[in-house]
């Protein structure tokens, strides 16, 4: 919950080449009584983006589930797990292309300590089966 300031890095044409750097802000808050909201809001390239995401776990699905929605004109649908002893939630995302191509994406969250965590948002790679590092985030919570 809260507030979240946010170092993003991203490397748009492979995990080999020059990456972006840029900041955002999460903003985090309880949904009902099963559900987190999150509204995250960064400037890419001179554009404003913002993206906003519902999770929660689903009973009838015996997992995490989640909703997210950007200014692309589809949703992308996630299910996920946490393990515990690592303190990391992977989710794994039904999204489409602004082509409306289906892909399928991986995303890891780790809770390094209360007040910092990291995302890595992996994307299908050249091979078959393959995945890359496309994106991370690391969030550090505002007091």
Do not use: C
């Amino acid at each position: 919950m809260g507030v979240w300031d946010a170092e993003i890095e991203v490397w748009p044409q492979g995990p080999d080449s020059p990456s972006i750097k840029f900041k955002g802000v999460e903003t985090n808050r309880p949904y009902g009584d099963y559900w987190l909201a999150s509204d995250f809001d960064s400037e890419f390239m001179g554009q404003a983006t913002k993206v906003h995401s519902i999770v929660g776990y689903d009973l009838d699905k015996g997992m995490l589930a989640g909703t997210i929605i950007d200014h692309g004109p589809y949703a992308a649908s996630m299910t996920g797990e946490y393990d515990k002893e690592s303190k990391t939630v992977q989710w794994k995302t039904e999204a489409k292309d602004l082509n409306g191509r289906s892909m399928v994406q991986r995303t890891s969250i780790t809770q390094a300590s209360d007040g910092e965590r990291v995302l890595v948002l992996m994307v299908p790679g050249k091979k078959e089966g393959d995945f890359t590092r496309f994106m991370q985030i690391r969030f550090v919570k505002r007091d």
